[in-house]
């Protein structure tokens, strides 16, 4: 399998990242991102890429791949609505347009989150931005595409995120989170968790095309 990863630098992209490389199933991985991950492995090749709402100065790279792993975004907090829709909304389509008409057999799966509003119509901003995003990816012709809804996710093997108030938070709640994430599987995943999940529905698919926090511990089960 050949993949293409984005947000590799940050936390949920890292733990992506780890997974696909110790995975011999994974035969390459591209990682784009204004960052480089830091991570080097003969498997993984990196572009860095400046404008995410154009790609076609490297679309030469980007035919060829079996599934795309999408864990760029940002926190909402703090931020105007059309900010957020400019990274969550407009960066995502422009990147998954591309890949769909490129890769007509690539499975695509994004990271949204728990609460993802469906209806587009809801009061809270974030959550009607990613389910807008989340709807018009499912009407893209991949051969599938699968939407991740994660609660709390528990970075582990020492990965950070890139967001300072993740990192506090993390920081302050230490040990407590491998606890709830045994306790609270409905609500509370890891990093390897979403990643092996992640896998596990790009080699073999998946009931349903969203997939709630318990449904991606459940499915990584079969990793
Ligand atoms: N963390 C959680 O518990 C959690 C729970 C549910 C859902 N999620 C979702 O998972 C996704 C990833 O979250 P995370 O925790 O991994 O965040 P993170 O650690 O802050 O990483 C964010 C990633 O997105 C990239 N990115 C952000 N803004 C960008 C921009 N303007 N242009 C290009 N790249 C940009 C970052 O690149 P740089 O390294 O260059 O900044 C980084 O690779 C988000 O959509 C988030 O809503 C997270």
Same mark, same amino acid.
């Given at each position: 399998?050949?993949?293409?990863?984005? /947000?590799?630098?940050?936390? *949920?992209?890292?733990?992506?990242?780890?997974?696909?490389?110790?995975? @011999?199933?994974?035969?390459?991985?591209?990682?784009?991102?204004?960052?480089?991950?830091?991570?080097?492995?003969?498997?993984?090749?990196?572009?860095?890429?400046?404008?995410?709402?154009?790609?076609? @100065?490297?679309?030469?790279?980007?035919?060829?791949?079996?599934?795309?792993?999408?864990? !760029?975004?940002?926190?909402?907090?703090?931020?105007?609505?059309?900010?957020?829709?400019?990274?969550?909304?407009?960066?995502?389509?422009?990147?998954?347009?591309?890949?769909?008409?490129?890769? @007509?057999?690539?499975?695509?799966?994004?990271?949204?989150?728990?609460?993802?509003?469906?209806?587009?119509?809801?009061?809270?901003?974030?959550?009607?931005?990613?389910?807008?995003?989340?709807?018009? !990816?499912?009407?893209?012709?991949?051969? $599938?595409?699968?939407?991740?809804? @994660?609660?709390?996710?528990?970075?582990?093997?020492?990965?950070?995120?890139?967001?300072?108030?993740?990192?506090?938070?993390?920081?302050?709640?230490?040990?407590?989170? /491998?606890?709830?994430?045994?306790?609270?599987?409905?609500? *509370?995943?890891?990093?390897?968790? *979403?990643?092996? $999940?992640?896998?596990?529905?790009?080699?073999?698919?998946?009931?349903?095309?969203? !997939?709630?926090?318990?449904?991606?511990?459940? *499915?990584?089960?079969?990793?």
């Amino acid at each position: 399998m050949k993949v293409i990863l984005f /947000g590799g630098s940050g936390m *949920v992209g890292q733990g992506v990242l780890r997974e696909c490389l110790h995975d @011999p199933d994974v035969r390459s991985v591209l990682s784009i991102g204004r960052s480089a991950t830091g991570q080097r492995h003969v498997k993984l090749r990196e572009l860095i890429h400046r404008d995410f709402l154009d790609f076609s @100065p490297i679309e030469g790279e980007l035919s060829g791949f079996d599934a795309c792993f999408f864990c !760029l975004g940002v926190s909402s907090a703090g931020m105007k609505e059309e900010d957020y829709r400019r990274v969550t909304y407009d960066f995502t389509m422009a990147a998954a347009r591309t890949l769909a008409r490129l890769n @007509p057999n690539m499975t695509f799966v994004y990271v949204s989150g728990m609460g993802t509003d469906s209806s587009e119509r809801g009061r809270t901003m974030w959550a009607r931005v990613k389910g807008k995003t989340e709807n018009e !990816l499912l009407r893209l012709p991949f051969k $599938a595409a699968y939407m991740f809804r @994660p609660g709390l996710i528990v970075p582990l093997h020492g990965i950070k995120s890139k967001t300072r108030i993740y990192r506090l938070f993390y920081a302050a709640t230490g040990p407590l989170l /491998g606890l709830l994430n045994a306790a609270f599987p409905k609500y *509370v995943t890891t990093t390897e968790q *979403v990643g092996r $999940a992640m896998i596990r529905v790009a080699k073999q698919g998946a009931p349903k095309p969203v !997939l709630e926090n318990s449904d991606i511990n459940e *499915v990584q089960l079969g990793y």
